[in-house]
Every structure is written in structure tokens, then in C-alpha cells.
């Protein structure tokens, strides 16, 4: 069932409240890769009709968190090594322009919302959510997106949020990654648009480097060794 939470935000498609939870879910590994997805099964789970289950799904199909394998119907998606590599080619060349438009574009207001996340983040990984804090740092990125306020660069980033915000929750060294915020963070403030764009290109290969040996697909393998 859906949770309070999870379902109360006003004039919310439940479609969409569908899709964040199940999407929560999969980040979270309530569904691992390889799980079945069935519409009747889900239904039942979260007390609505098959329809905005049927409809949720197709979101998350185009995010590329799940996908259609015919006579077994819907699974949740893995990550071969070659699908981060390829995603990571992708996120630095977007991520990067973002932060340089962001640098030039952001207001006041803005620096307070980003700063904002960072503390949040603070907070959730001081009382140990975990969860939370992965998710105040990927809306940290989503955010920069946002003010970079480029039709284009947000609709090409966008079928790929899903599958960046499952990277983040593979990253085990939290406070360091929310110190890696707070510096792009800086290099963002500062106006400078190459500063904020080197930033932004060594934060995102750092976490390239790292990610070979601790990547979705070595979960998944570890995930099929288990049943």
C-alpha cells in the first residue's frame, strides 16, 4: 500500500505517486534486478487499480529502470559494466555544461536551495537515513539541472535521472560524497563558469573510477549467486 507519504501531495497524478515509490523501491533494493514486475501483483501491494501500475511502469520503462522481457513480462533493469561506462560518457558531457550554465544563471535564491540540500544531507546521514541522504544528493544534481534552465539539456538529461540517481545509492562513502557537493557547490557560488565545469568533470570521474568495482552488475551477479 501506498504510504502516506507517499501518496498525499496535493493534486498529484496517482500515476506519478505510483511511479516514485516503485522507483524508491528499486533505488532502495526492495526490487532487486531480474525482480518480476506484475501488474495484478502490484495492484494488490499498493491498493489501486492496475491501471496507474500499468501506466507507472511504462514511465520507468523510458527511465530505463525496468524493461519489457516478453514472455516474463516487466523486470527491474540491471547495469551491465559497459551500461555505466556508456552512462557515465553521457552524464560528464552533460553534467559538466550544466554546472557551467548553472554557475552563470543561478541566483540568490537559487545558492540557498542548493546549500540547502547539502545541509539536509547532513542531517539525514547524522541520524543514520541513509536513504534520505542519498536522496537530498540526488536532488542536489537534479536541482543544478534545474537552474541551468535549458530546455534541451533537461530533456536530454531527464530518461536518464533514474538510472544516475541508482548510481548515487552505490556509493558507499557518503560524507565524502556530500564534500564533493559542498565543492561543487563553491565552484558554482563563485560565478566562474571553467571552475564550476572543471569541478563538476573531476567530481564526475571520480566516481567513474570508483564504480568498476562495486557497479549495479556486480550486485546483480551477487543478487543470482543468493536464490
Known amino acids: ?3 502516506a507519504e507517499e501518496s498525499t501531495t496535493t493534486d498529484r497524478p496517482l500515476r506519478e505517486a505510483v511511479r516514485d515509490a516503485l522507483r524508491t523501491r528499486i533505488f532502495e533494493g526492495h526490487y532487486a534486478p531480474g525482480t518480476r514486475l506484475v501488474e495484478r501483483d502490484l495492484a494488490a501491494e499498493f491498493n489501486v487499480s492496475r491501471l496507474p501500475i500499468r501506466e507507472a511502469l511504462r514511465m520507468l520503462r ?7 522481457r516478453a514472455a516474463r513480462g516487466m ?9 555505466v561506462e556508456d552512462l557515465f560518457d553521457v552524464r560528464e558531457s552533460l553534467e559538466v555544461l550544466a554546472c557551467r550554465l ?7 535564491e537559487d545558492l540557498k536551495y542548493l546549500e540547502g540540500l547539502l545541509d539536509e544531507a547532513d542531517r ?4 543514520g537515513s541513509i536513504m534520505e541522504a542519498h536522496r537530498a544528493n540526488s536532488e542536489f544534481h537534479d536541482a ?5 534552465n535549458n530546455g534541451f539539456l533537461r ?7 533514474g538510472r544516475m540517481h541508482w ?15 559542498r565543492d561543487l557547490y563553491a565552484a558554482i557560488a563563485s560565478g566562474d563558469p571553467d571552475r564550476a565545469a572543471s569541478q563538476s568533470a573531476s567530481h564526475i570521474g571520480k566516481y567513474r573510477q570508483q564504480f568498476p568495482q562495486d557497479s549495479p552488475a556486480a550486485e546483480l551477479t551477487l543478487q543470482r549467486k543468493r536464490t
Do not use: N, W, Y
Open 155 to 161: 530533456a536530454a538529461l531527464e530518461p536518464l535521472q
Open 102 to 108: 548553472a554557475a552563470v544563471r543561478a541566483t540568490p
Open 124 to 127: 539525514c546521514l547524522a541520524k
Open 167 to 181: 548510481l548515487f545509492r552505490h556509493v558507499s562513502d557518503l560524507p565524502e560524497l556530500i564534500q564533493e557537493h
Open 62 to 68: 523510458q527511465e530505463g529502470l525496468i524493461r519489457d
Open 1 to 3: 500500500m501506498l504510504s
Open 75 to 83: 523486470e527491474v533493469a540491471g547495469l551491465s559494466d559497459k551500461d
Open 144 to 148: 543544478i539541472t534545474g537552474i541551468a
